[in-house]
């Protein structure tokens, strides 16, 4: 069981509604997009995980398998994606929109129109003192898109990350291949979404909840999926 683990710093159990859960975190070799995402889900996790067990995965590892990376050195933006990039609120948790590649990549996946509405929608919020409006027009898929920060293992440190082509499939493929439910997450050190699940009727919300600490880090730990077994 040398893959499997609880990362430093992190905590195995968590309470929610009344229940406890723990939470594994599985380490695998760093995946690129040669590799399918069912074989390594089959490779590092299914002999850990047990009836009852969910699967999660994050939404990074999936869209890597995809060729979702795209290399910095490939992406040319345009003025506008230059000036809006500067009016995005910088946190520690990542670089987001707030670089000029990564907000030509928004741009690119949501549209021009969405992003410019969005964009005026988030400058009236904080007039009023209102934050989050920003990603609540643009969307899951500029939400997602992550840029290359110190803690960013090679290769994507030269590379701007999108959100998975079809999460809710990708979940369904890998379920199949191992057994259990799972899920297709986007989780960060400030909360998150679950972006797929298989099958359907998983309870989203409460998994986020479940995963709202980010068992997984987002650093150095290699660790891109990982096991949720509720404690009996």
Same mark, same amino acid.
């Given at each position: +069981? ?7 710093? !992190? ?8 229940? =406890? ?5 599985? !380490? ?6 040669? @590799?399918?995402?069912?074989? *390594?889900?089959?490779?590092? &996790? #299914?002999?850990?995980?047990? @009836? ?12 890597? =398998?995809?060729?979702? &990376?795209?290399?910095?050195? @490939? ?6 994606? *230059? ?6 609120? #910088? ?10 590649? =990564? %907000?030509? %990549? ?29 990603? #609540? ?27 998975? $082509? ?7 493929? *890998?379920?199949?291949?191992?057994? =259990?439910?799972? $899920? ?10 679950? +972006?797929? &699940? ?8 409460? %998994? ?16 891109? %999926? ?5 404690? #009996?």
């Amino acid at each position: +069981m040398e893959n499997i683990t609880v990362n430093e710093k !992190k905590v195995k159990d968590i309470e929610v509604d009344g229940k =406890t859960y723990e939470r594994y975190a599985i !380490k695998t070799h760093v995946i690129t997009e040669v @590799d399918d995402i069912c074989d *390594v889900a089959e490779k590092y &996790a #299914k002999e850990h995980l047990s @009836d009852g067990d969910i699967l999660f995965i994050t939404e990074k590892a999936v869209g890597c =398998t995809q060729g979702r &990376a795209i290399p910095m050195k @490939d992406i040319h933006p345009r003025k506008l994606a *230059v000036i809006l990039s500067k009016f995005v609120l #910088k946190t520690p948790y990542g670089i987001g929109l707030g670089i000029p590649e =990564t %907000m030509e %990549m928004a741009l690119r996946e949501c549209g021009t129109p969405r992003i410019l509405f969005a964009a005026g929608v988030s400058a009236f919020g904080k007039i009023i003192g209102k934050r989050g409006w920003f990603y #609540k027009i643009a969307g899951e898929k500029a939400r997602s898109i992550d840029g290359p920060c110190d803690c960013t293992l090679p290769p994507y440190n030269e590379c701007v990350s999108l959100s998975p $082509l079809n999460p809710d499939d990708v979940c369904k493929a *890998v379920s199949e291949r191992v057994g =259990t439910p799972v $899920l297709v997450t986007d989780i960060n050190d400030l909360g998150g979404v679950i +972006m797929g &699940a298989w099958p359907k009727t998983i309870d989203r919300d409460l %998994m986020a909840r479940i995963l709202k600490d980010n068992p997984l880090g987002q650093s150095h730990e290699q660790t891109p %999926m990982g096991i949720i077994r509720e404690v #009996k």
